[in-house]
């Protein structure tokens, strides 16, 4: 069974330029995460879809980061414009549950940001 | 705000030493994960508690969850340098579909 696809594994942009993240979840997995890692630290949730619909974006800074999965397969976390403070690497998880008792998630990768 | 807060944050030990890791928080859990990171690469599942007081092995890895489901502890006995990681327990808050990693520990296991 193949794993929880990201693409590009890094990136570097100079600030103010867009950049986007592509994620491809695990066959049959409904629910996706993207997540944002500073180095050393947890993983902190941005945004979390159950099928298309993002059911908790509380902690996605809407002003510059989008993010979409519109067929309820794969998805794409869009930065515009980045800054300096947006280098960290971003994961995407996903998840074959969707009850309260069980979370278990299944990483990408993950993409390294560096912005200049 | 539920916070998991690990200790300790980083710990460095000679091969065939024991340790533990502990993830404490004030909220309840529905349920427990423990994952473990390596550079480069994202977290991968290491097992999951649910039931309060739960106990479970994995090879030299043994997990525990806190009878008020409010705390977990990740043993390792006789550490290797494979051990060598991000430990990150995470959890969803009773109640809610929120869930959250903890502070995260950082282990190196010296040959």
């Known amino acids: 069974e193949a794993g929880v696809v990201q693409s590009p594994r890094y990136k570097i942009i100079e600030k103010k330029q867009p950049v986007a993240f592509w994620c491809n979840p695990i066959?049959?997995?409904?629910?996706l995460y993207w997540y944002l890692q500073n180095l050393g630290q947890g993983p902190e949730l941005l945004i979390r879809y159950e099928n298309e619909e993002a059911v908790d974006d509380s902690q996605l800074p809407k002003d510059r980061f989008s993010a979409e999965r519109l067929k309820g397969v794969d998805s794409t976390l869009k930065i515009q414009p980045a800054e300096l403070g947006d280098s960290a690497v971003y994961l995407c998880?996903?998840?074959?549950?969707?009850?309260?008792?069980?979370?278990?998630?299944?990483f990408g990768p993950g993409t390294r940001l560096t912005v200049l | 705000t539920q916070l998991l807060e690990q200790s300790p944050q980083f710990l460095s030990i000679q091969e065939g030493e024991n340790l533990t890791v502990y993830c404490n928080s004030s909220s309840v859990f529905s349920s427990l994960q423990w994952y473990r990171q390596e550079p480069g690469e994202g977290p991968v599942l290491l097992v999951t508690v649910v039931t309060g007081g739960e106990v479970k092995k994995l090879k030299r890895l043994t997990f525990q969850f806190g009878d008020a489901r409010k705390d977990s502890s990740l043993h390792i006995t006789a550490a290797q340098p494979g051990d060598t990681g991000l430990y990150l327990c995470a959890g969803g808050a009773r109640g809610t579909y929120k869930y959250i990693f903890g502070t995260g520990t950082r282990l190196k296991v010296l040959a």
């Open positions: 066959s049959g997995h409904n629910t």
């Open positions: 998880a996903s998840s074959p549950f969707r009850t309260e008792r069980y979370h278990e998630q299944f």
